[in-house]
Structure formats: structure tokens, C-alpha cells
């Protein structure tokens, strides 16, 4: 217009035109005229593959390995990706799974994403891997990937280590820090689930290409989103897998539960549950299978007898009766009470077994005197400086539950009971009053009646007492990878003088009383029996020991359930544990009690 | 408020309305595209303001109240202000170097809650406006020395600030308006060089030295006997460089000495450069020396280019050698482009339809919504999506340099320009680079790469002139 230079506009038109050409030309060259990009795009499809670290490894107390991982392989389907119809036969065939329960899963694939993978059948076994992967070509949409699966290198302790399963829904759900997606394996009982965070690991991410037929054509983007897996932690346990070992041997055809501590540091040496069964049943395709018929065995051998059994604990207690009565000065060591192979006060009558009579403490305790314990809880109970009955019940019940009763003591142990020393006010409902008298609850004296407790709590009071005053929090994890986990003392307000005299006792009945079969050379074993009455059938026995005397080095519970008397069986299963540990083997003399319990049994069906 | 009424009458009349429509086409086939981009089965809700598209929809919605508000302002405004908008815009530049946010490497954002802007997008409209200013003013000649290096100042102050921000690319932009200063007169033989720079540049790259050298002695002949019609000179001069040459290489062979044939071909050619300076001054035709002068010029940008070229960083390199098709690896370097070939070039004539590209669903192109939406748009919408989205492009250019030629003013005509300029070069080098054909350089497509800041500036640089165009008939 008023331009001298107006003629080049035509040129920039034609510059914009000509580039528009170029442009549409290339795009003409690249999407009509050949079929490279199509081609290539075909080739090209990614996949994302989470990559499942192993789990942590779970060692004894020696760094002997108990429980590591073997390679397995799950199933996957990308349900879009699934081309018309396939042979499921063959595919069912081959990974020896039902048609149905097949059919099944598929569909629930199909619901949660159709276009994202996920498991169909998981835990394959590497020979039927093996097959499959000759086939995998031929199911369009399927993959597989690398899951790692327990492996076992003992066949007892299932109860310890407890077992890995698919994640539920409602954990994915509770878990705030979004850690699992469906298909992930967690820890569901035992030392798998207190620790799955350590021993988890962490998951990391691979992304494939892939081409059309599913074979991986290399790393997308040059692996530059890859994120690595990371093993989990290893776990050192403070058990003794070879004594474990022995202890599931004395203890075949038996039911009951052992538990054995190492007093200075609350380590939990020995953890039997009888009958108990072989972790390997819990792993791979059959453990729906192999569940229930665990569920259905009529040994209960799910049932953890070591922590979920709880019973009155019987003369066991008392050693503890006897530590109270010293400690609030209602006798003293040198206290008699007479005993005349029985006893009666009014309505009550308790028996007693045959012994010299009058007993001293210390005798009483050797002789498992039960008109003794009477005579001291009437004591306790009536203690002047109380005002009541029930002040000074509850005044005694404050010095059990320093001994870790009535509670849970081992945070490990989420599915433990916490047995019962009830309180003032469960007397107060049952009697329907405030004013009840000792004589209401006499049992208690003698580890009867209304108290319960587990074998962990008495393996514990052993301790307690082992270390004349207190208990370190009994545990099995001694370390999570490199980091040494500390545990907490928990202090006992009784003097130091008066476990030395409850220990004699001990000594005693070990020597030349009622546990004289747990008996080791050379070493000075303390210990006390008890009887847990049983109203279907034979008592159940209990034991309660440590050794040596000074310093000593494992104090246990036993506990066999219609073990009758306590000498029949615990006191010499006991016996052969403490030399075991305390001397490596089994002496020349000891070897033909070693053997008859071995071979016998207390399971009637 | 009659009067007012009236000129808002008036307003609606003179809005240019096709181009209005080819913005709101582009826009809307921008949005589908970045909603098939990022596209997932969990969050199928447009409004979903956690996803992109989501955004992008209330960036859209933004947009056009921005445009309106253009529309209603005063067109004087824009001239009255170009100047102190374009210095208040260096100072936010200079800002954001200090105080701006590092995304990707480039300092070029301001976290404004958790909106994210980037001022090297609004820079484009300030300068615009400021060179529409300082070359429309009556007297302005782009071919004097002074008013030329006025020009370049303005475009050069802003890009250095943005290649200080680390975004190279944003700062390439500036050179788009070499289309509105040769639409203003530049003199026809910068264009030209710059060309022929570029010529030389990619062929010294490509082909060996003296293959390079023999098209630069080839052309120079031709150009001799375009301009001298005589070719019995330029067939004597042959003739003897080729003696000369082939003699030279006798002597070497026999005597076994290493000398490259590059060097003998350059002495040669040096020999007959002399011989033909003193032949033409003689003969007084000083009209073909320049042509020989430039032909030597040619011969050391090339030694320029190969001697400069092997010390770029190595990834501004690899980019070059790419394009070129030198290097071909499908995994690194290459990898965008070559995954953004592969999702444009599977769409064929149709495209694999909406929501059904495999390629952009897998996410195998880096920057899909961004950089790289071409990639969707060629993937799911094929040939004739693609082409249509380049005419439409097009079709909008040309409209803007239309209307910027029918302007009264100078102003409102090299402000069009400039726009038609801008939007031409982010076309060419977005599109050219998902297509293989330029190197890849980080600028958005317009109307189609997610972002507020990419869309905003795109809005505001149209309405800025569409207002200017309805207000054409008042002489400004």
C-alpha cells in the first residue's frame, strides 16, 4: 500500500506455503507411504514390571541360616492385550491348576484394570516355569514374572516364623504408606509379620519394551527410570536352631509347649509348640490346601502352646507366693506350718504329698507343700498393714504384675495372651461385695483358682527369679540387619536376699525333692514342678527351671499337657534340654531316659 | 454511553471473525490432544482440575476472558505503552533470574502459589509491541546502519536475559523477526547469506571437505556465467584447475608425499582465484570480483564450521548430527525424536482414532503434552489430522499477514508481522522437530502444548492485533 517493499510479502507467502508443503509432503512420506513406523510402533510397547526383592533371611543365635527364599514365578495377564480365544487347557494344564479356579481369577483380572497387569496364578514352581516358558509365546497379553518364595531349612518352629501370603485388600487399604499393591506378598503370622518392614526390603520398577509377541526387545529408555529392588534386612534370632532341633524330638507325639530364656538378657532360646508342623506347607500353590488340614487336625497344631495356652500355673507359683510373703514380712525363712499330709480349714481341704512335717520355707518349696502356701496367703491377706482383705490383695496383685503376669511381656508376640491376675474388682462382682475374705480364694496360694498365666510368663518368673529382682524383655530378635535392637529391664521391688532363699528351695527340690530327674553333672540346677488341673482328663505337668544356680545361662518352662505329674515328664525332658545346652550332649546314663521319652506318647487318638 | 454502545457495535463488526474461529478450532483441538495424552482410565472426568487437561480447560477458560479484555481496552494502549511495557518486561526477566524457580535446568519460572509462569512467553509480546514501535516511526530505515542495530538491540536485550535463564530455545524466537525486517526492507542479500550460511553449514557436516570445497568452486562458476553470460572463460578457468590440480597430484604421487587432495584442490583454486582477480581488473569488470571474494568467504565459514563444531557441547551436537541423520540411535539421544516419529509416522492416512494411540497411551514420548503433542495429534488423528492441524496453522498466518498488510498505520502492520512471524517459527521448529526434519529445540506449539503461560501469550499476541485491526480505520 504504502509500502516500497510490498512485493515481498508474496515471498513470505510463499516461504509459509512452502514450508506447509515440505511439512505435509514429510508427514505424507512418514504415515501413507511406508509401513517402517508402523512397523516400529508394533515393536514398541512397555511394560512396567515391578521388580519383589527377596526377603530378609532369618538366622538362629549362632548365624546358622533357618529360613532363606527359592526363585518362583508368578502369572500375569494383561487382560486388553489377550487376543480372542487361547488354549486355557493347555495353559491349565501346564501350571496343574483347576479349569474353574482358573476361569475364576481371570475374571477378577479382567474387573480390576483391563489394561494393566495383573497376578492369574501366582507361585509357580521353576519346572512348571520351565514349561511355560516355552508356551508364553502363544498367549498373547500373558507374562510372567520372578517372585521369590520362603525356603526352609528346618521342618519344625512354623509357629516362630510364621508365614507369607498374598496382601488382603484391607491391609492395602490400612497402610498409610502405600507400600502394597495387590498381589504383593506380607508377612501374616510370627516373626514374618512383627518384622515385615524390615524384612520386606523394597520393591523396584522395571520398564520393557516389548514387542507385539510379549518378547522383551531391552530396557525402555535406557533404564533411566528404573528404580532397584532392595533385599530386605536379615534378621538374627536369639534361638538355638540345633536345641530346637532336639527339644521337637523329646517332644514327638506330645502335645505342650517349652520355652526357654536366657536370664541376663530376656533371649528366647528355645520356643517349642508340639505338635507343631512344617513351615513348607505354608509355601507355594497347596498352602490353602494344606491350611486346612492343619485347621482340622485335632492336635490343634496352629494353636501356639507356648503363648496362647494359658492355665494356672500351679506350685510353680510358689516360688512367687513365697517371695511376696518374705518381702511384706509376713514370714520369714525359718516359718514352720504343720502339715499333716493334707490339710483342713473349715470347707476347704487341700491335699499334700507325703513329706516330713513341720517344713521351714525352704522345705516347703523342695516338698511343694500346699498347707504352707495356705498359711502364708491367710497372712498376706490378713496383714495388719492393710486395712482389709481386699487392700492387701491388692497391694500383693501390684508385686505379680512386676513379674510380667496379667500382661503382654513380649511385644513380638502380638497373638499372645496376656493371662489373667484379676482384680480387686473382679472379686468385688464375683462376691458382691467389698468385704471378701482370704478363704474366698484360697486356690490363688497355690497357683490355683482364678490366676492364669503362659508358659512365656513362667519361663519368664524363672528369670525373674534366676536374676534374683528382675526381667529383660523376652524377645527372639536379637538384630535387624547390622543394628542390635535393645530391650528393656524391668526391676522387681524384692530384696536380693529373698530369692536367694526361695533359689535353695529350688535347689533343693532339684537335689532331693519333687524334680530330682533334672539333674545335670556338675551343675546346680534350680527348679520347681507344678500341676495344672485338667478337668477332661490327666493333669497337665509344668516345670519351671534355670541353671547353673550363679550366673546362670537358660531358665525354661515346660509344660506338657496330660503330662500328669510333673516328674513323669517335664522334669525329665527338662533335664536332657539343660545338659544339651549346658553341655553340648546327652551323657551315657542319661541316654536310656532320653530314648523312653522319645518313644513315648501322650497322644490317645 | 450511546456513543459507547456504538463503538462497541462497532467493535464486534471489525473483529476480524475467521481468525477469531481458526483460534477457537486450534484451541479446542489442543485440548483433545492433551487430553488424549495424558489420558488414564482412573480419572476420566474433564473437569479432574488434578489432571492436565482439567488445567489446560481452566487455562482455556482464562484465555478467552483475557482476550475479551483486550477487545475492550483501547487500542492507543498498546502504542502509547509498547515502550515502557517492553522495559517493565526486562526488569521481570532480570527478576527471574534471581528469584525464579529451576525447572529442567533453566531458571525461568515464578511459583505464584501453585500456579507456574514463565515470562520468556510474555517477553514476546512486550518486544513485539516495542519493535513495532521503534520501526514504525516515520523516518525509520531498516537499511540505514543506525536503525538496523536499533532493531537488532531490542531484539537482542531480551533474548540474552533468556539465554541467561538457560532456555535456548525461548530465545531462538527472536530470530523470527528477521520476516518483519525484511518485510521492512532489509537489504534482499542478508536473507540471502544467511541462507547460504546455513547451506554451508549443514553440507560442511555432512560431506567430506573436498566435496564441500568442489560445490563451492561449481557454484562459484555457475554464478560466473549467470552474471558474465561468457563461458568461454569459465571453461578455460576449469580447464585449468584441473591441469593444475591433476599435475600437482602427479607430482605428489610420484614423489610419495602425503599431501591431502583437499589442499591441492584449495591451492589450485587459489592459483585461479588470483589469475582470474588479475584477468577481470585488467579487462575492468569489477562486477564478478565480489563473487570470487564471497566463494573464498564460503570456503572459510565451512573451515569455520568444522573447526568450531567438534568443541559445541556434546548433547547441542549430537542434536545437529541427528537431524542430519549422521547418527541413528533408537535409545539415547535420538530417542524422543525417534519415539515421536514412530507414534506420528503408526498413524497412517486416519490415525488410530481418539484415545486409541498406543504409543502416546505407553507414554513411550517424553514430554507428550508439551513439547511433543504433535506426536498425539499425528498418532490418533493420522495424515489428515496432521495435515489439517499445518493448514490450519497456516491458514492462520497468512490471515494475520493479510490483515497486516491492509493496516494504515505502521505500527498495527509490523506488529502483525511479528505475530505472523513468532507463531511461523514455533510452528516450524515444534512440528519440524516431531517430524525429524529440525533439531530439537524446547519451544511449545502453539494452542496445543499444555500451559497456561505458552496459551496466555499465544492469546494475548492475536487480540493485541485483532484489537489493532478493528480499529484500523483511525489513523493512529
Redesign the interface.
Known amino acids: 500500500?504504502?509500502?516500497?517493499?510490498?512485493h515481498?510479502?508474496f515471498?513470505?507467502?510463499a516461504v509459509?506455503?512452502l514450508?506447509?508443503f515440505?511439512?505435509?509432503v514429510?508427514?505424507?512420506c512418514?504415515?501413507?507411504l511406508?509401513d517402517?513406523?508402523?512397523i516400529?510402533?508394533?515393536g514398541?510397547?512397555?511394560r512396567k514390571q515391578t521388580v519383589y526383592p527377596p526377603r530378609g533371611m532369618m538366622l538362629d543365635r549362632n548365624g546358622v541360616i533357618m529360613v532363606e527364599n527359592q526363585p518362583a514365578y508368578d502369572l500375569l495377564v494383561t487382560p486388553r492385550e489377550v487376543k480372542g480365544t487361547f488354549d486355557t487347557l493347555e495353559l491349565v494344564n501346564i501350571l496343574g491348576v483347576e479349569l474353574e479356579t482358573f476361569k475364576k481369577s481371570f475374571e477378577k483380572c479382567r474387573k480390576y484394570?483391563?489394561?494393566r497387569a495383573s497376578v492369574v496364578v501366582s507361585q509357580i514352581t521353576s519346572d512348571k516355569y520351565a514349561i511355560l516358558q516355552e508356551k508364553l509365546h502363544k498367549y498373547a497379553g500373558f507374562e510372567v514374572q520372578t517372585r521369590t518364595l520362603r525356603s526352609y531349612n528346618l521342618n519344625h518352629s512354623a509357629d516362630v516364623f510364621g508365614y507369607v501370603g498374598e496382601v488382603s485388600q484391607s491391609t492395602i487399604d490400612k497402610d498409610t504408606s502405600k507400600y502394597y499393591a495387590s498381589g504383593d506378598y506380607v508377612g501374616i503370622t510370627g516373626l514374618e509379620k512383627a518384622y515385615e518392614k524390615h524384612l520386606r526390603g523394597s520393591k523396584g520398577y522395571r520398564y520393557l519394551l516389548v514387542d507385539k509377541y510379549n518378547q522383551v526387545k531391552?530396557s525402555?529408555?535406557?533404564g533411566e527410570y528404573d528404580i532397584a529392588s532392595q533385599m530386605g534386612d536379615n534378621i538374627t534370632t536369639t534361638m538355638d536352631s540345633e536345641l530346637q532341633e532336639y527339644a521337637y524330638q523329646l517332644m514327638q507325639n506330645k502335645r505342650g509347649g517349652i520355652i526357654a530364656i536366657e536370664p541376663a538378657t530376656g533371649e528366647i532360646i528355645l520356643k517349642v509348640s508340639s505338635p507343631g508342623y512344617d513351615p513348607a506347607l505354608m509355601v507355594g500353590l497347596e498352602r490353602g490346601k494344606n491350611y486346612g488340614m492343619l485347621q482340622k487336625d485335632k492336635n490343634l497344631p496352629l494353636f501356639d502352646r507356648t503363648i496362647q495356652s494359658t492355665y494356672p500355673p500351679g506350685s510353680t507359683f510358689k516360688t512367687l507366693q513365697a517371695l511376696i510373703g518374705l518381702e511384706l514380712g509376713v514370714i520369714t525363712p525359718d516359718s514352720k506350718f504343720q502339715c499333716r499330709a493334707g490339710w483342713n480349714f473349715g470347707a476347704i481341704s487341700m491335699g499334700c504329698h507325703q513329706h516330713a512335717s513341720p517344713l521351714d520355707l525352704r522345705g516347703s518349696i523342695q516338698h511343694s507343700c500346699n498347707p504352707w502356701y495356705v498359711q502364708n496367703w491367710r497372712r498376706i491377706l490378713e496383714s495388719s498393714k492393710f486395712e482389709n482383705v481386699r487392700e492387701a490383695y491388692i497391694n500383693w496383685r501390684s508385686y505379680t504384675l512386676q513379674f510380667g503376669l496379667g500382661q503382654k511381656i513380649a511385644p513380638e508376640f502380638p497373638s499372645a495372651t496376656a493371662g489373667l491376675i484379676p482384680t480387686a474388682e473382679f472379686f468385688d462382682k464375683r462376691f458382691r461385695t467389698k468385704k471378701w475374705r482370704w478363704s474366698y480364694i484360697s486356690s490363688i496360694s497355690i497357683g490355683q483358682g482364678e490366676i492364669l498365666m503362659n508358659p512365656l510368663q513362667i519361663a519368664n518368673m524363672a528369670c525373674c527369679i534366676a536374676n534374683r529382682g528382675h526381667y529383660i524383655t523376652p524377645h527372639i530378635v536379637r538384630s535387624i540387619g547390622d543394628s542390635t535392637i535393645a530391650y528393656e529391664k524391668h526391676d522387681i521391688d524384692i530384696q536380693k536376699r529373698y530369692f536367694d532363699i526361695v533359689i535353695d528351695g529350688m535347689e533343693q527340690a532339684i537335689k532331693g525333692g519333687t524334680a530330682k530327674g533334672a539333674m545335670v553333672d556338675s551343675v546346680v540346677v534350680c527348679g520347681k514342678t507344678g500341676t495344672a488341673q485338667n478337668p477332661h482328663g490327666e493333669d497337665h505337668s509344668i516345670f519351671m527351671v534355670f541353671a547353673p544356680r550363679e550366673n546362670p545361662k537358660i531358665a525354661m518352662a515346660i509344660y506338657i499337657e496330660n503330662g500328669g505329674f510333673g516328674a513323669t515328664y517335664a522334669v525329665p525332658i527338662g533335664g536332657l534340654i539343660l545338659e544339651k545346652y549346658l553341655k553340648g550332649e546327652i551323657s551315657e546314663k542319661k541316654k536310656a531316659v532320653e530314648k523312653r521319652i522319645m518313644e513315648s506318647s501322650l497322644i490317645y487318638d | 454511553m450511546l456513543q459507547r454502545g456504538y463503538r462497541q457495535t462497532k467493535l464486534f463488526e471489525h473483529l476480524d471473525w475467521l481468525t477469531v474461529l481458526i483460534y477457537v478450532a486450534l484451541i479446542f483441538m489442543g485440548w483433545i490432544s492433551i487430553y488424549a495424552a495424558v489420558y488414564d482410565?482412573t480419572h476420566s472426568s474433564i473437569f479432574d482440575i488434578s489432571q492436565r487437561y482439567g488445567k489446560q480447560l481452566l487455562w482455556m477458560g482464562i484465555a478467552g476472558v483475557i482476550g475479551f479484555v483486550i477487545l475492550l481496552m483501547d487500542s492507543k494502549f498498546f502504542t502509547m505503552f509498547a515502550i515502557p511495557l517492553y522495559i517493565l518486561m526486562l526488569g521481570v526477566l532480570v527478576l527471574v533470574l534471581k528469584i525464579g524457580t529451576e525447572v529442567n535446568g533453566a531458571r525461568a519460572w515464578f511459583d505464584i502459589g501453585s500456579i507456574r509462569i514463565q515470562p520468556a512467553e510474555f517477553a514476546k509480546i512486550t518486544t513485539c509491541l516495542a519493535m513495532a514501535k521503534i520501526m514504525g516511526k516515520p523516518g525509520f530505515k531498516i537499511t540505514k546502519v543506525i536503525d538496523f542495530f536499533k532493531a537488532v538491540t531490542i531484539l537482542a536485550i531480551p533474548a540474552l536475559l533468556i539465554i541467561l535463564q538457560n532456555d535456548t530455545g525461548s530465545a531462538l524466537v527472536y530470530s523470527s523477526f528477521i520476516?518483519v525486517m525484511?518485510?521492512?526492507?532489509l537489504p534482499q542479500i542478508l536473507p540471502i547469506l544467511l541462507i547460504a550460511t546455513i547451506v554451508i553449514f549443514i553440507f560442511t557436516l555432512m560431506y567430506p571437505a573436498t566435496a564441500v570445497l568442489s560445490i563451492i568452486i561449481f557454484g562459484t562458476f555457475v554464478a560466473l556465467i549467470y552474471y558474465r553470460q561468457h563461458f568461454y572463460e569459465v571453461f578455460i578457468a576449469l580447464a585449468i584447475l584441473i591441469a593444475l590440480y591433476a599435475s600437482v597430484y602427479g607430482v605428489t604421487y610420484f614423489l610419495n608425499m602425503e599431501i591431502e587432495s583437499y589442499h591441492i584442490l584449495l591451492s589450485s583454486y587459489l592459483v585461479i582465484t588470483i589469475g582470474g582477480i588479475i584477468y577481470y581488473l585488467k579487462k575492468h569488470i569489477k562486477k564478478v570480483i565480489p563473487i570470487l571474494l564471497l566463494s573464498w568467504m564460503a570456503i572459510g565459514g565451512s573451515y569455520g564450521v568444522s573447526y568450531i563444531f567438534p568443541k559445541l557441547p556434546q548433547h547441542q551436537q549430537d542434536r545437529i548430527n541427528l537431524v542430519l541423520g549422521k547418527i541413528d540411535d533408537p535409545?539415547?539421544i535420538g530417542?524422543n525424536v525417534n519415539?515421536s516419529?514412530?507414534?506420528?509416522?503408526?498413524?497412517?492416512?486416519t490415525g488410530k482414532g481418539f484415545l486409541n494411540g498406543?504409543?502416546t497411551k505407553?507414554?513411550?514420548v517424553?514430554e507428550q503434552e508439551t513439547d511433543f503433542i504433535f506426536c498425539t495429534v499425528?498418532e490418533e488423528w493420522?495424515?489428515l489430522g496432521?495435515?489439517l492441524v499445518?493448514?490450519l496453522?497456516?491458514a492462520l498466518?497468512?490471515r494475520i499477514?493479510a490483515l497486516a498488510?491492509?493496516q494504515?498505520s505502521a505500527f498495527s502492520?509490523i506488529y502483525g508481522?511479528g505475530v505472523a512471524g513468532i507463531l511461523?517459527f514455533h510452528l516450524?521448529i515444534n512440528?519440524?522437530m516431531t517430524?525429524g526434519?529440525t533439531p530439537v529445540i524446547g519451544i511449545p506449539l502453539p494452542f496445543f502444548s499444555y500451559g497456561g503461560s505458552s496459551l496466555w501469550a499465544f492469546t494475548i499476541l492475536i487480540f493485541i492485533f485483532l484489537k489493532l485491526d478493528s480499529n484500523r480505520m483511525q489513523a493512529l
Do not use: C, H, W
Request: net charge positive; aromatic share 14%.
Open positions: 500500500m504504502s509500502n516500497y517493499y510490498n515481498r510479502k515471498v513470505i507467502y509459509i506455503v514450508t506447509a515440505i511439512y505435509i514429510r508427514l505424507f512418514m504415515q501413507v511406508t517402517e513406523y508402523k516400529k510402533a508394533d514398541n510397547s512397555k484394570s483391563r489394561s531391552g525402555y529408555a535406557d | 482410565e520476516l525484511y518485510r521492512e526492507g535409545k539415547n530417542y519415539q516419529q514412530i507414534a506420528i509416522g503408526s498413524g497412517g492416512l498406543t504409543q505407553y507414554e513411550f517424553p499425528g493420522g495424515f496432521s495435515s499445518i493448514l496453522m497456516s498466518i497468512m499477514i498488510e491492509r494504515r502492520r508481522l511461523f516450524t512440528i519440524g517430524i526434519l
